[in-house]
């Protein structure tokens, strides 16, 4: 008797307390827990797919124009610098023009029809003068408002200006003026070609 009082005590214990377990969990089983755990860690893993595709065309997204703004930048220094670069090199050939027009109206002789070809120049802009160099290119440096080939300060831009005989006359020139530069790793060369007459005879 007593161990039926005893046995129907832990019946009730059990009793309530999986009654207890259905009110507070009505739909727990063991199978339907494993079945949540494999649909959550399945949900996990897609969310895990999902994010590292987002970022890559995040990437894709992001990367590509600021890739294309960079490029687009070089491209807009260098422009700025080729515009500098021709007006340094026709800038040559006007000094070697007017070189040879204040000679001609002087009633002196032109050293640029004078001298043996070919023969090397480099320019002063600020004083509209030539000076007698050697082959190769020369800096040239930017002195206050001017770019000079002496003096100031250095820039990427060097210019040589050569003088060349035409034929076996004496009265024509061939006049070359040579700028070149680098923007970033990119290296340019502007040459301007012009022919020059002794339009007078002192």
């Known amino acids: 008797m007593i161990i039926n009082n005893e046995q129907n005590m832990e019946y009730g214990i059990w009793n309530m307390e999986s009654k207890i377990q259905d009110s507070v969990f009505p739909n727990f089983s063991p199978?339907?827990?494993?079945?949540?755990?494999?649909?959550?860690?399945?949900?996990?893993?897609?969310?895990?797919?999902?994010?590292l595709v987002a970022i890559a065309i995040l990437l894709i997204a992001v990367v590509g124009p600021i890739s294309l703004i960079g490029d687009a930048l070089h491209k807009l220094y260098y422009a700025k610098d080729q515009m500098v670069a021709i007006n340094l090199a026709q800038e040559g050939i006007e000094v070697v023009r007017q070189e040879r027009d204040s000679?001609?109206?002087?009633?002196?002789?032109s050293d640029i029809?004078?001298?043996?070809?070919?023969?090397?120049?480099?320019?002063?802009a600020s004083s509209a003068s030539l000076n007698i160099s050697t082959a190769g290119q020369k800096p040239v440096y930017l002195?206050?408002?001017?770019?000079?080939?002496?003096?100031?300060?250095?820039?990427?831009?060097?210019?040589l200006?050569?003088?060349?005989?035409?034929g076996s006359g004496t009265t024509e020139r061939k006049v070359t003026s040579t700028v070149e530069w680098k923007t970033g790793g990119q290296t340019g060369t502007i040459t301007v070609s012009e022919y020059l007459f002794k339009w007078a005879i002192p």
């Open 143 to 159: 002195n206050g408002d001017f770019y000079e080939q002496s003096g100031g300060t250095a820039t990427q831009f060097t210019r």
């Open 31 to 51: 199978t339907r827990h494993s079945t949540f755990d494999i649909r959550h860690s399945a949900h996990r893993g897609f969310t895990l797919v999902e994010t």
């Open 103 to 109: 000679d001609m109206l002087a009633g002196s002789a």
């Open 161 to 166: 200006i050569t003088i060349t005989s035409v």
């Open 113 to 124: 029809f004078s001298l043996t070809s070919p023969y090397y120049y480099t320019v002063n």
